[in-house]
């Protein structure tokens, strides 16, 4: 039989070499995740440690706005869209069709980096039949 592993409260408490993590224990599917300056970060934190993080940040959630959710990526690690029906799509496809119809005079080649404006990809999304 395997032993159980006990996931306890990532917050260290003591100094130096006595620093060990606080003593309750955490459940399972508790973790709080957060993201700073580009950065994601994901912390096991007790009830007690997630309000107070909560309260530090508190005054500047208040004048934030939430943005979108992440989009989900592929095997490569590209971030992908979803069109009606499920299928899925990359900025990098829209972009080659973007060229595409650029080279057939119908429209102005896209930069090859930074962000593809919405209505070229509802214009991708409609000449795909993914609208």
């Not at 700073?36 to 309260?55: F, I, K, P, Q, S």
């Amino acid at each position: 039989m395997a032993d159980e592993v006990i996931k306890r409260c990532d917050l260290l408490v003591g100094r130096g070499r006595n620093r060990k993590p606080h003593g309750e224990v955490i459940e399972d599917g508790q973790s709080t995740k957060f993201r700073v300056n580009g950065r994601d970060y994901e912390a096991d934190l007790c009830t007690e440690h997630r309000a107070a993080l909560t309260e530090a940040v508190s005054d500047f959630i208040a004048v934030s706005r939430r943005s979108g959710t992440s989009l989900p990526r592929n095997a490569r690690g590209r971030a992908v869209m979803r069109a009606k029906g499920g299928v899925m799509f990359t900025t990098k496809d829209v972009r080659r069709w973007l060229e595409d119809e650029a080279a057939a005079g119908r429209g102005e080649a896209p930069s090859p980096s930074g962000r593809i404006p919405n209505s070229d990809i509802e214009r991708y999304k409609m000449a795909n039949g993914l609208a």
